[in-house]
């Protein structure tokens, strides 16, 4: 079966758009047709006698929304469902999940294994908040030809006696390389390491890393599942097991997410493939364009057939999602004339909105890498970012035409 088919229903046998609509809240007395918002702090008990049960553990129950709250139990319900995962935490931010999802597995004197090729803020974490607490990392760099030739070698040496983690983004972000997670998840399995994947750009909708043996998937909420820059949120998904950890310390450390965001995450779910399959429709056509352009070096997108890891792509990825990378030939000059000379296109810090925006990470989201450590990434000064949003895709082609004549 093509990815293309595969894994759309949960195995009560939903699609995936039926299981964002119809899976939710009970109605309550009101009989409300879309589920109401619960804004309140804490919780009621009927008796010292039950309150002491629901925290104890004993029955089961909302005692204060740092620790649950319908709004948040119908959001990572509905996620659970369309990750295949049996078990998951929201968070309060996309950074909030990357960072919890680290922290609550490894102590002082663990080894994580990560992808050189990440967000610019989990590259702080790592590199930053984790040797202050005594905890170890090593990077694989996966650009080049030495690790395509061999890829499952150069995640074997950066292997230690201590890992007890590994870590990736696939497509990364921004220079949207791949990873073959069937690959890492036997890895991760056959040395019983943790593999934890970030998903945010694919989407439960174009991928699910739990099918190729990751114990936790963590998203960014704030981009293509809120999908109209409205709300920040994150969540954690995965087994029970690896799950467990992460609420513990979540409810203790605190980065809850609030009912009102949970909300809306929850009813943005609703369109989410409709969305991303707009999305991909989008992008498609702006790779298209760019190819034929004097002004640019390369364009990179996952199911690109120039893309080098379009096979692995093709293998998980159900379509190549909504990012798109290229090489501006006049460098910085070019990029900045670029970003300048666009006119609907937005500017700003974020992604996986309906509105489609362009990024120069060099000056802004990676800007705290060196030059050497952004050249390794692939991130050159005339490096720009697209994210393909759901206006008309003869429109956004035409702000970007008007920008490369401009600059």
């Known amino acids: 079966m093509s990815m293309q088919n595969q894994d759309k229903r949960n195995s009560g046998g939903q699609g995936f758009n039926t299981s964002a609509i119809r899976n939710r809240m009970p109605s309550a007395d009101m009989h409300e047709h879309s589920s109401p918002i619960y804004m309140t702090s804490s919780f009621t008990f009927e008796s ?40 998951g935490v929201p968070l309060a931010s996309g950074m909030s999940a990357m960072f919890v999802s680290i922290l609550a597995h490894l102590n002082s004197g663990d080894h994580l294994v990560a992808s050189r090729s990440i967000f610019g803020s989990t590259h702080q974490i790592i590199t930053q908040i984790l040797p202050r607490w005594g905890i170890e990392y090593s990077y694989v760099d996966i650009g080049g030809d030495e690790y395509r030739q061999n890829p499952r070698r150069a995640w074997e040496e950066a292997l230690r006696p201590n890992t007890k983690m590994l870590f990736c983004e696939t497509p990364s972000n921004p220079g949207l390389d791949i990873i073959d997670l069937e690959m890492l998840g036997k890895l991760c399995r056959n040395r019983g390491i943790l593999f934890n994947v970030d998903n945010c750009f694919a989407t439960p909708y174009f991928q699910n890393p739990r099918d190729f043996g990751a ?193």
């Open 48 to 87: 010292a006698e039950e309150a002491r049960d629901l925290f104890s553990g004993e029955s089961q129950g909302n005692i204060y929304s740092r620790y649950s709250n319908p709004n948040t139990d119908e959001f990572i319900n509905k996620m659970m469902v369309l990750e295949h995962c049996e078990d």
């Open 215 to 407: 114990d936790i998937v963590g998203h960014s909420a704030t981009k293509f599942i809120d999908g109209q820059g409205r709300s920040l949120g994150g969540v954690l998904l995965g087994s029970s097991e690896a799950i467990e950890p992460i609420r513990f310390f979540a409810r203790h450390s605190g980065p809850a997410l609030s009912p009102f965001n949970a909300w809306i995450l929850s009813k943005s779910l609703e369109t989410l493939g409709l969305r991303m399959e707009r999305h991909a429709d989008n992008a498609e056509k702006i790779v298209e364009f760019l190819k034929g352009r004097r002004e640019i070096s390369w364009v990179k997108y996952p199911h690109d057939p120039d893309h080098p890891g379009y096979s692995t792509a093709k293998k998980q990825m159900r379509r190549g999602g909504a990012m798109v990378s290229f090489e501006l030939k006049d460098g910085l000059k070019a990029g900045i004339s670029f970003l300048n000379s666009l006119e609907m296109i937005s500017l700003t810090a974020n992604l996986g909105d309906s509105r489609s925006i362009a990024t120069h990470p060099a000056s802004t989201t990676h800007s705290k890498l060196s030059p050497g450590e952004r050249a390794t990434v692939g991130i050159s000064d005339g490096f720009v970012r697209i994210s393909a949003g759901l206006e008309d895709a003869e429109d956004i082609i035409q702000d970007i035409q008007q920008a490369l004549e401009r600059s």
